[in-house]
């Protein structure tokens, strides 16, 4: 898993059917060596702007939907409570 933080929102009226139905959001990798990279996550929680959060990348992500169909790379699974420094 991979620490975030939730930037903005992405708004799309136009995409693949299997993509209808999810919200997207845009988040910064904190920490480690992708520190700063920018990424979009389907997000399976209600993750809201400026929280930071906890993202799966990969098949992984794909799995967190019950999917394999779905064309994501990042999904967001958890919402960091605790203040931690990356």
Known sequence: MIAA???DS???T???DSL???KFMLVEVLGGIDAGRI???ADTIGAG???RVLICIGSAARRMLGRDDVPIDAAIVGII???CKF
């Open 14 to 16: 136009r995409k693949a």
């Open 5 to 7: 933080k939730v930037i």
């Open 39 to 41: 990424l979009i996550a």
């Open 81 to 83: 409570d605790e203040d």
């Open 49 to 51: 702007i400026d929280e």
């Open 10 to 12: 992405i708004w799309s």
């Open 20 to 22: 209808v139905g999810l």
